[in-house]
């Protein structure tokens, strides 16, 4: 919905804090001293404000069907929703210092974003699967330039297609059967190719999977110069922007293949 607004910086920003939440959740969920730091009201509180704007996008989306439908309410809405949910989250922080220090790498902003980049020759790829389409999100630019460039980028492939060609690939790779070149081509297609040109200058590329992505070794795909994309830049992967951005100092960044 922010991509249909234009507001690219957002929706990353949005989808980014997204992963970063269910890596955190996950590790929560082993932390059974985590469940009683709130306290009754605070949680309910925080359900209802999740529930909200769960259910002023649900309105969303059904109204977008409608022809001429208007969604300046709405939209306005959802921004008064989560601005209370993140005045709320701040009150909590204050009330409970010790979810802050817990509360992990979610604090994903623009220029946060802009500090990863070391050189205008790396580019990061984060790639969002939900029900009905893939799409990713290309973040180049950084110190040299000045400035961050993102955009959000729709692909034709569809989700269950995908899935299945990701396992297809991942097995012909692990057999080691004949074949796996003309379907690493076709993921290339689907998931590189669009990106491929923009900027022309990329030597290393950050990889930021979802989904069934995970299953798959980018560094295998087939470019169309019938090259493995490894052999054409150096890849590195990190689970979201917000993690990398909690792991990058410059004597710790992520090791890069290739």
């Known amino acids: 919905m922010l991509h249909r607004q234009g507001k690219d910086s957002e929706a990353l920003l949005y989808a980014d804090r997204a992963k970063a939440r269910v890596l955190l959740d996950a590790i929560r969920g082993r932390d059974n001293k985590f469940a009683n730091v709130l306290t009754e009201a605070e949680r309910l509180k925080h359900e209802a404000l999740n529930k909200r704007i769960a259910d002023i996008n649900r309105q969303i989306l059904l109204r977008e069907r409608e022809p001429s439908a208007t969604l300046d309410d ?42 990863l980049h070391q050189s205008s020759d790396e580019a990061f790829l984060e790639y969002v699967i939900d029900e009905h389409k893939v799409g990713l999100f290309l973040i180049t630019g950084g110190r040299a330039t000045t400035k961050v460039e993102i955009k959000y980028i729709g692909l034709v492939i569809a989700p269950k297609e995908l899935e299945l060609k990701v396992e297809q690939f991942h097995r012909l790779l692990a ?51 019938k090259q493995y994309l490894l052999e054409t830049c150096s890849i590195y992967y990190a689970p979201s922007l917000s993690v990398l951005h909690a792991m990058s100092k410059p004597t710790n960044r992520p090791k890069k293949t290739g």
Not at 81 to 94: S, T
Not at 184 to 199: F, K
Request: charge should be negative.
């Open 74 to 115: 709405l939209y306005k809405a959802l921004d008064s929703a989560r601005l209370e949910f993140e005045l709320f989250q701040d009150r909590i922080y204050v009330g409970h210092p010790q979810l802050k220090l817990r509360s992990g790498p979610v604090g994903l902003t623009a220029e946060t974003i802009n500090a």
């Open 175 to 225: 057999e080691r059967r004949p074949g796996f070149e003309t379907l690493g081509n076709e993921l290339y297609q689907s998931l590189i190719q669009p990106v491929a040109g923009y900027p022309r200058d990329v030597k290393t590329l950050c990889i930021i999977p979802d989904g069934v992505l995970w299953n798959l070794p980018f560094q295998a795909l087939i470019t169309a110069d």
